[in-house]
């Protein structure tokens, strides 16, 4: 079975622009979680949507927005990009309930010039 | 505010021998604790889970202990194996935030021959 799926793999974005990142979780995975890892941190927590509704957000600005398809696929958008964006981007898939592990791709990488 | 700490960023261990890793944590609302292991270019991979209901849980190699008193968890790998050199990430999830982990900042695990 394939695994969590995130688009594209590298992008280089100027300041100011706006991006998009995809994601397709495991099939059968109605959640879908996104976070930010800086170099010499772990993962943190940007949203949660599970059917297609918000369940969960961290501590990001209103720049940071996302949805999510009725296939239960999902984008984050990040709007005016800052330096301080850049940071690999992982997008992890779960099944609902208690005690079920994220799973999660292998990340999408913005570079802000 | 860290509430899941690694304070170890680095360990180095004979092929063979125990490795051991260790978080704490500060939440007392985290219900369920996970390790994931991360290798450059690639996404956190999901090892080993525990519930705050118990205080041990194995899978061949890897055995996580759960101290709730002290707030504390460990994963213990034997043996350890060349293939183990990679970033071990602790995450904890909130009771009431079943999708959403705070992560560690890592600890960066280098297996000798």
């Known amino acids: 079975d394939a695994g969590v799926t995130q688009s594209p793999t590298h992008l280089i974005k100027t300041r100011g622009q706006h991006v998009t990142l995809r994601c397709s979780p495991i099939s059968g995975h109605k959640s879908v979680s996104w976070y930010q890892q800086v170099l010499g941190q772990g993962p943190q927590f940007i949203f949660q949507?599970?059917?297609?509704?918000?369940?969960g957000r961290g501590n990001f600005p209103d720049r940071f927005s996302a949805r999510q398809f009725p296939n239960y696929s999902s984008e984050l958008n990040v709007n005016a990009l800052l330096l301080g964006d850049s940071a690999l981007y992982l997008c992890a898939s779960s099944l609902e309930g208690d005690n079920q592990p994220q799973h999660f791709g292998d990340g999408t990488r913005l570079s802000i010039l | 505010d860290q509430q899941v700490k690694q304070n170890s960023p680095s360990l180095s261990v004979q092929e063979g021998r125990i490795s051991i890793l260790n978080c704490d944590y500060t939440n007392s609302m985290f219900d369920y604790f996970l390790w994931y292991k991360k290798y450059p270019a690639e996404g956190p991979t999901f090892l080993i889970s525990?519930?705050?209901?118990?205080d041990k849980n194995e899978d061949g190699r890897f055995t996580v202990f759960l101290n709730k008193s002290a707030k504390h968890l460990s994963l213990h790998i034997v043996p350890s194996q060349p293939g183990d050199s990679a970033v071990y990430f602790c995450a904890a999830r909130p009771t009431d935030s079943w999708g959403k982990l705070q992560f560690g900042a890592g600890t960066q695990v280098v297996v000798t021959p």
């Open positions: 525990i519930s705050s209901i118990k």
């Open positions: 949507y599970y059917e297609k509704e918000e369940r």
